[in-house]
């Protein structure tokens, strides 16, 4: 029985993936859904109680792609280095210009920085390159498609959530997950 | 959990002094008992990291939508969010010469929701109208997305509030 019970431990510490810190502290709104958030392929839009949206994506195989295709468009180069502390970076919020020099830092140093959302005006519309470039390295990379997580503060306001959705169904995107805590379903008497 | 270690016989007086006889077994018991802490450790974190979703599908945008969906006004149930946690509601559409009656209500289980059923009941065919004001906070719209889960209600759609509806909240004086 002992010997059953460490190999359980060992299995589990070897699978477990602690959840990626992220770069801001969203306090999600309770729902009674109780569909989960899959695993994989999730593209996480973080909308803090400031009105600034940040990025999230993971995937070991898609994210230098994207850095690639991203600093293509915007005419931004990385270095290796660059690149390999982007796999490590599970979220971020700071425009494409600056995300060199945020790259360069420790981790230590990175979770100093305050960061200041990615920009979202018409005029300098970033958060939709990522989006879209993401879905395009993930499906180069391993040929699935993503699903659109938004993850929002409880007192985040409506307005900037509604701007998120908007520019997302600008380009056809028109399903979302709401990422919330789990809630009991009350019982409803008709 | 200690054992009492039993004092070798026989030690008393004279004798030589013998090297004490170790057992070959040693006590397992702290060992397996952190082992299954971290086993229980584990299986909690795997499961409960998992973050739950509620699935929201906008409708598909159309290029030159001209004349959208038109919904009949008796079958109408207008939600306007407010800002503190407050939400207007009234019955049927809001029209340059037709004023429905406005109330007033929250996002408790005696509020909204009892409204919605009640509604439910009356015309099962009701269309929600969700118009988040500007003030409102993500919570709100979240949780309002939530009642139309728990009431079950299937037709509902997120509208920008308009003009018409502020002003109507504003002259009411609620």
């Known amino acids: 029985m002992v010997d059953l019970a460490f190999l359980l431990v060992t299995f589990f510490m070897l699978t477990t993936k602690f959840a990626a810190e992220e770069v801001v502290v969203v306090d999600t709104p309770s729902s009674t859904s109780e569909i989960q958030l899959p695993e994989s392929n999730v593209i996480r839009l973080l909308i803090d109680k400031d009105k600034h949206v940040f990025f999230g994506f993971e995937s070991d195989k898609a994210k230098p792609l994207l850095l690639d295709k991203i600093g293509a468009k915007y005419g931004v180069s990385f270095t290796e280095k660059q690149k390999k502390a982007f796999g490590n970076v599970s979220t971020f919020g700071v425009p494409v210009q600056q995300l060199g020099a945020l790259l360069d830092m420790t981790t230590e140093q990175r979770k100093k920085v305050n960061q200041g959302g990615i920009p979202i005006d018409s005029l300098n519309n970033q958060i939709i390159d990522w989006v879209m470039e993401a879905r395009k390295a993930n499906l180069e990379a391993i040929s699935k498609p993503t699903f659109i997580a938004i993850k929002g503060d409880g007192d985040a306001d409506v307005a900037t959530v509604k701007k998120v959705i908007q520019i997302l169904q600008d380009k056809n995107i028109n399903r979302f997950n709401l990422i919330t805590d789990l809630e009991n379903k009350p019982v409803v008497s008709r | ?174």
């Open chain 2, 1 to 174: 959990m200690a054992e009492i270690q039993q004092n070798s016989g026989g030690g008393g007086k004279g004798g030589k002094k013998r090297a004490k006889k170790m057992s070959t077994r040693i006590d397992m018991t702290p060992m397996v008992d952190l082992a299954f802490l971290l086993l229980t450790f584990f299986i909690l974190t795997a499961s409960f990291n998992k973050p739950n979703v509620m699935q929201l599908t906008m409708p598909v945008k159309e290029k030159d939508n001209k004349d959208p969906t038109e919904i009949k006004s008796s079958d109408a149930f207008t939600i306007v969010m407010s800002e503190n946690d407050k939400l207007y509601y009234y019955e049927g559409l809001l029209a340059e010469d037709v004023k429905p009656e406005l109330k007033v209500s929250d996002y408790s289980a005696d509020g909204i929701r009892k409204v919605l059923l009640a509604r439910q009941r009356q015309n099962p065919k009701t269309v929600v109208l969700i118009k988040p004001d500007d003030k409102s906070n993500y919570k709100n719209m979240v949780d309002i997305l939530d009642e139309m889960n728990i009431t079950n209600q299937s037709k509902y759609a997120l509208v920008d509030v308009s003009k018409a509806d502020l002003e109507f909240i504003k002259n009411s004086g609620l």
